[in-house]
């Protein structure tokens, strides 16, 4: 009998991601793909670099279920991994019956391709007892990435209770990343099997450049450093608070906004751009692939982060593979930027931080000083390498 350690990712998003060579070459959107990056979050990128990382190692075999719309048979054998199909995104609009469809689909997925590790990034309930009826029958874990301080929070209908209670199971496992998600798993649902691995994040080195491509089709030439901000342009993000501190700075410095693919990208974007025309130097990007963002951080100033909540953002690691110091408007899990001496988080003053970015502007010796801090905290705490070996080692113990 093989010893090969079985794991099934369950992100049917993911597929374009592990493909973005295509999606890249894509340069005017219009690629079967790119119109599926709307769709994509932080989980998708987390997922997609850890299925990269455990591809290279020959214990581990790989399979991702995703959408019919992707491949052309139920099962898609690639060098490393297999994709796993049957299920239609288009068929959500059969409602009631799709959902029925899927618990069945999934429930004869499991078994077919007998994953001894399931590994699953967002809170699904109508999903959850079918894989924990897998796992009880066939005594296989499921492991749950909890990648935003929203997974799990306290529910009041029964069904959710009731799923918190199951998912304490033996053969659950949690991997969070800070303190904060930690405590919300163990206070809700009182589980054991708790590890705290930091982001899983490939940072994607690209050709040094510091020509940005305006939504005019202009390309301009930044020599200067530029306050920095790439989000999703959602509720979540506050994208406008971005512009409200960009309003707070002298016209002179350059700034500059990426709103990555995402559904909500569609929704209020031409008022954010309007509420953008009278600040000075600013540029405003959208619908930025996330695997060409990495350029951006090369000359930037500071980066921004204005979310109401997070898990810890990818953006994070990018920023401090750079060297780059971090204004956070409120996000400060485990003091992660104000403990750490990267940035400062100014508990949601605007002010505040207009005025710690002005004096990255003006003091050179205190963004020296940032920046360094910056780069040993990437080594300490965000290697790519570091971590997966991490993520490996609880794999590997419990698969047995």
């Known amino acids: 009998m093989s010893n090969d350690i079985r794991i099934l990712f369950l992100n049917p998003f993911i597929y374009p991601l592990l493909k973005e060579g295509d999606v890249e070459k894509d340069n005017n959107n219009n690629n079967e793909y ?10 998708q990128v987390t997922l997609k670099a850890i299925i990269r990382g455990l591809a290279g190692d020959a214990k581990y075999k790989l399979y991702v279920w995703v959408w019919n719309e992707f491949i052309k048979s139920i ?47 967002d809170y699904a309930k109508s999903l959850e007892l079918i894989i924990l009826l897998y796992c009880y029958f066939f005594k296989s874990r499921y492991v749950f990435f909890s990648l935003t301080s929203h997974d799990f929070v306290k529910k009041n209908n029964f069904f959710d209770r009731l799923m918190f209670k199951l998912l304490r199971s033996k053969n659950v496992f949690f991997i969070c990343q800070n303190s904060l998600q930690q405590e919300q798993i163990h206070s809700l649902i009182m589980s054991k099997n708790i590890y705290i691995v930091k982001n899983i994040y490939e940072v994607e080195i690209e050709k040094e450049t510091n020509l940005i491509d305006t939504e005019d089709g202009v390309k301009k030439d930044l020599q200067e450093k530029y306050v920095l901000w790439i989000g999703r342009n959602d509720d979540i993000k506050n994208p406008q608070a ?39 130097n600013f540029i405003l990007i959208n619908k930025e692939k996330y695997f060409n963002t990495q350029k951006y951080f090369k000359n930037a100033l500071v980066l921004v982060n204005t979310s109401f909540f997070e898990g810890l953002p990818n953006t994070f690691l990018q920023a401090t593979y750079e060297g780059v110091p971090i204004a956070t408007l409120q996000y400060d899990i485990d003091g992660i930027v104000s403990k750490t001496g990267i940035g400062n988080c100014s508990n949601r003053d605007e002010i505040k931080s207009a005025e710690f970015i002005q004096g990255l502007y003006k003091n050179q010796n205190l963004w020296n000083e940032i920046s360094s801090n910056s780069h040993k905290l990437y080594a300490r705490e965000f290697d790519y390498e570091a971590n997966l070996s991490k993520l490996k080692k609880i794999l590997d113990t ?3």
């Open 242 to 280: 971005f512009v409200r501190i960009c309003s707070k700075l002298p016209a002179k410095m350059s700034k500059i906004m990426i709103c990555t693919f995402n559904e909500g990208d569609f929704v209020g974007y031409q008022e954010l751009k309007k509420s953008t025309e009278n600040i000075g």
């Open 398 to 400: 419990i698969s047995r």
């Open 34 to 43: 790119t119109k599926w990056l709307k769709y994509f979050g932080g989980a």
């Open 75 to 121: 099962f898609d054998r690639e060098e490393d991994y297999t994709f796993v199909g049957g299920v239609y995104f288009s068929w959500k609009r059969f409602g009631i019956f799709y959902k029925i469809y899927l618990k069945i689909y999934l429930f004869c997925m499991l078994i077919l391709v007998r994953p001894k590790i399931i590994i699953k990034a």
